[in-house]
Each structure stands twice: as C-alpha cells, then as structure tokens.
C-alpha cells in the first residue's frame, strides 16, 4: 500500500490535497501527487497509507477515500477481469480479509469521466459473479465486512484496494444522491437536509424533534427553513427578500425583514442557520456570537469561499474559531465539510455546549 485514493468535488483537487497533506504533516507523514485538475479525485502517494486512511474522516474537501493495493494498466478489452481476480487473489493473501460484504466499481465524478460511469456500472455485475464463484463475497451485501474498491480512471486503468467499514463514508463515494422534495422553495434545501445528515447521521429528524424553534438568517426564498418547518420548528425567515407563499401559509414562519447581522430573537432559539452571501470570516464570527451569546443552541452555516485561496482562507478561519473554542468552550463540537451539494463553498456545524450556563 503506498497510496491512498480521495475523491473530493471536481474543481478542488488542490483543496483536497493540501489539506490531507497538512493533517498527514501533523502527525509526521508525507506524501505527494500528480494532480488531474476538475477530475474529482487525488492520488496521494505516501509510504504511510494505512496510518493517513483514518485522517479523511475529518477532512473539509475529501468525501471518502481508500487505500489502494493494486494498480493496474493497459488491460485487454477481451479479459479485463483476469487480471482484477489475480490482484485480488493477492489482496486476499496480503491482507487475510477472506470475505468482501460488497464490491463498488468506482469512476471519477469530472466530465471528462463520464463515459467511465456507464462502463463501470455495468463492469461491477461480472466482478460480483467471479468473486461469488471463487466464495470471497459474502451472499447478502453485509456493510459490516470490508467492500471491495475498483476505480476505474478508465475501461483500461483500474485502481484495486478494499475499504474498513468504520472509515467507509454514509454515501457510496461520498456522494449523498438525495431526492429534491418538488414542494420545497429552492433546490439549496438539498444543502441542508445532506447537513443535517452529515452532521447528526442517519437519526437527525429524531434529534430534531425536541426542537422547537430555530433562526434563518439570509432565508428567502426559504428552502432551508422549509426543512426546519418539515420538521416542525417556528422559524424567524430574517431576509430582505421575498419568501415562498406556500412556505410562509404553513403558518410556522415570521418573515423578520431585517439585516442578518443585527437582527437577534427575544429568546434563545434551539436552531440557527445561515446561508447569507457574505465574507466567509464575518459569517464565521457572526455564528459564534450567537452561539456564545446563547441566542441559539445549535448552529449550521454556510461560507462562500472565495475563489483563490480556498483552503487557506478555511484555515484561517477555522484558527480563528479553534482558539475562540479553546479559550470559552472547550467541550464544543465544532465540524465541517464540502457537502456533495455544496458548490464553492462549504457547510459547518457548531454546538458551544453552553446551553445550560
Ligand atoms: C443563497 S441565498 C439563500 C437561499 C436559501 N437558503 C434557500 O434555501 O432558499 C442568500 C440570501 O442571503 C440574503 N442575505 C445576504 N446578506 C444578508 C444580510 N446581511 N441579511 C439578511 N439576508 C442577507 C440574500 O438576500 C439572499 O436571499
């Protein structure tokens, strides 16, 4: 093993590279890589794959990655699937895993790499048959034993390795495919619910239900209060522009036309959340003084990044948030991540821990 795979969003493969290489310079481990611009995944070449596997978990700009065990080129259209069982056979020998609980053929999410999708959709029921044959993969598709990883950079260059089950993302390849509910005001309402999800995991509407009120700063025209209202919270919509007419008939929303940056509620809300087009770093700021103003229990933001110096700007302000943390609340959690719906810019989650004095 002396790489790793990471898939991030196309467009941030320097994002997604710098930072793996910083959290794995932390810890004393090195690494580089040739990147492929837009192509939506990095090749990180380290002598200590197993030891940064476990770092993407707490990444912002990678979605999964894997350690790679095999590489293999040039194979022959009329038996690709030859040489995949001899790697895999060795696989097996390298590692003792005897049984696969599944197997994903993977592809690159850039658009130079669609063709691959299609060619890697079907490829996977062959590679299933031939491993079933040879009894390394499990009857039903068992998420508690490790999956069998091929990605294919194309029908000719597979990448083979196998994933562990408590560092496989919630999404296959990181990339949540939620369905956009046809009654909600925006599409960005897929931002939030993939949040919410990302942040609490699968129970977040259980969780939710002990809450009561929540704060959208920068609402209109309402797709991320729509979720909060879904889940039966009264929510303060504070935005100069106009709301959805069917969101706001629910009954569940005051619309507060109102600056985003001075407005406050008379009473601490269980949510906030904000989605305003503004300078990541005042944003950022904002959030944090609502929470430890205690205005608001819980809070999911958005920061546009800018267009140079993404990672860079991140990292400052997530230093910035870190020694607030450090210094007020240190029982904090304090998260983040580039949500698959996310675009330029990424989402994060904030609970001060202070809601009790
Ligand atoms: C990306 S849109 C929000 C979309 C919304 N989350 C949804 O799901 O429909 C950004 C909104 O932020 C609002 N905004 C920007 N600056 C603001 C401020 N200082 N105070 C209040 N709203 C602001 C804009 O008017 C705009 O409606």
Same mark, same amino acid.
């Given at each position: 093993?002396?790489?790793?795979? @990471? ?183 897929? +931002? ?52 959805? +007419? ?10 507060? @036309? ?20 503004? +300078? ?37 302000? +997530? ?39």
């Amino acid at each position: 093993m002396t790489a790793l795979l @990471l898939y991030c969003r196309p467009g941030f493969e320097k994002e997604c590279l710098a930072e793996i290489t910083y959290m794995a310079g932390e810890k004393g481990y090195f690494g580089w890589s040739n990147l492929l611009i837009n192509s939506g995944f990095v090749i990180f070449e380290t002598e200590n794959a197993a030891e940064v596997y476990p770092l993407w978990q707490k990444s912002v700009f990678c979605r999964e990655a894997w350690p790679i065990h095999h590489r293999l080129e040039d194979l022959d259209p009329s038996d690709r699937l030859g040489p995949i069982q001899q790697a895999v056979t060795s696989l097996v020998s390298e590692t003792g895993v005897r049984l696969f609980g599944n197997v994903s053929c993977e592809y690159a999410e850039g658009d130079d790499f669609h063709s691959t999708s299609r060619f890697a959709g079907k490829f996977v029921h062959p590679v299933r048959q031939a491993l079933r044959n040879q009894g390394l993969l499990s009857k039903k598709e068992d998420p508690s034993l490790p999956t069998l990883r091929l990605f294919f950079k194309d029908s000719a260059q597979v990448l083979v390795g196998l994933d562990e089950p408590r560092l496989r993302a919630p999404w296959p390849m990181g990339i949540a495919r939620l369905r956009f509910p046809s009654a909600a005001p925006s599409r960005s309402t897929l +931002k939030l619910e993939e949040a919410f999800a990302a942040f609490l995991g699968p129970e977040w509407r259980a969780l939710l239900a002990d809450c009561r009120t929540g704060v959208d700063l920068g609402a209109a025209p309402g797709g991320w209060t729509w979720q909060l209202v879904k889940q039966e919270l009264y929510v303060y919509a504070v935005d100069n522009g106009s709301m959805d +007419k069917t969101l706001m008939a629910s009954g569940l929303v005051e619309h507060v @036309l109102a600056d985003g940056f001075t407005w406050k509620p008379f009473k601490m809300v269980d949510w906030l959340v904000c989605d305003m087009v503004e +300078k990541p770093a005042r944003v950022a700021r904002l959030m944090y003084d609502w929470l430890d103003g205690r205005h608001a229990k819980y809070a999911i933001f958005n920061l546009k990044l800018p267009m140079k110096k993404r990672f860079h700007e991140w990292q400052e302000i +997530k230093a910035q948030l870190d020694s607030l943390i450090a210094e007020n609340h240190p029982k904090a959690v304090f998260k983040a991540r580039q949500l698959y719906h996310d675009r330029e810019e990424i989402t994060v989650m904030l609970d001060l821990r202070n809601q009790n004095g």
